[in-house]
């Protein structure tokens, strides 16, 4: 079945880039998304990407996605200690009618 | 826009008993989701709704396990009897329509502890 493989945790001191990487085995997969979880909240969507593109950018968010090797990034710049969250990764399952989740980055910023 | 409304916010029980989870999804919205987050097993698709009939609930663990959406902007999980491996975070997303492009929002979760 559909999988969604996200690395637990990320370590960044503010001001240096993160880069949070995804991989996914559905080949069929048209968009992909991004999602942020900070704690006793629900899932916040931050971005998502159509398969046509190889990139996106939105304000400091760059998500990087390579279908060959059906690898997505997002990259924040300039990261903030109010980024420190989880970020979620998600796919379509092959149906399309749901989301599937992979186990989420845990990103901690150190001032 | 008031946005995926869950109630209540905690719950604590006892092993044994009935538990009711509720959801008021974004009005507009068509399809209906239930996940459930564990530490151990993240976020699992339990049911979901496309215009409040359901789809696929080939996620509910177990019989104890039920849901019901009796008209557009209502949604019920129900957990009877409660057991406390059932303790977890459960999450209700609803989406404009069903497919692809139409991504979740969710609401804020119920807490669920059954001791």
């Known amino acids: 079945g559909e999988d969604v493989e996200q690395s637990l945790f990320l370590s960044v001191r503010e001001g240096d880039s993160s880069v949070i990487n995804c991989t996914y085995t559905?080949?069929?997969?048209?968009?992909l998304y991004w999602y942020k979880q900070e704690p006793g909240a629900g899932l916040q969507l931050l971005t998502y990407?159509?398969?046509?593109?190889d990139m996106k950018q939105d304000q400091r968010l760059t998500v990087l996605l390579n279908k060959k090797d059906k690898h997505l990034s997002l990259r924040i710049a300039d990261t903030q200690t109010g980024d420190s969250a989880i970020y979620f990764c998600?796919?379509?399952?092959?149906?399309?009618?749901?989301?599937?989740f992979g186990k989420g980055t845990t990103l901690s910023v150190s001032s | 826009d008031a946005g995926v409304i869950q109630s209540p916010r905690h719950e604590v029980t006892e092993m044994g008993q009935e538990v009711t989870l509720r959801c008021k999804p974004i009005?507009?919205?068509?399809?209906l989701f239930w996940y459930r987050q564990t530490m151990m097993r993240g976020l699992e698709l339990l049911i979901y709704?496309?215009?409040?009939?359901?789809?696929?609930d080939s996620g509910m663990p177990e019989d104890r396990f039920s849901a019901k959406m009796p008209n557009a902007s209502f949604s019920t999980l129900k957990i009877q009897p409660s057991e406390p491996r059932d303790s977890a975070v459960y999450f209700c997303?609803?989406?404009?329509?069903?497919?692809?492009?139409?991504?979740?929002?969710f609401g804020n979760g119920t807490r669920l502890t059954v001791t």
């Open positions: 559905d080949s069929s997969s048209t968009y």
């Open positions: 998600a796919d379509h399952n092959q149906a399309g009618t749901a989301l599937i």
């Open positions: 709704f496309n215009n409040n009939v359901p789809i696929d």
């Open positions: 009005s507009g919205h068509n399809s």
């Open positions: 990407i159509f398969s046509n593109m």
């Open positions: 997303a609803s989406s404009l329509r069903q497919g692809r492009g139409s991504p979740l929002h």
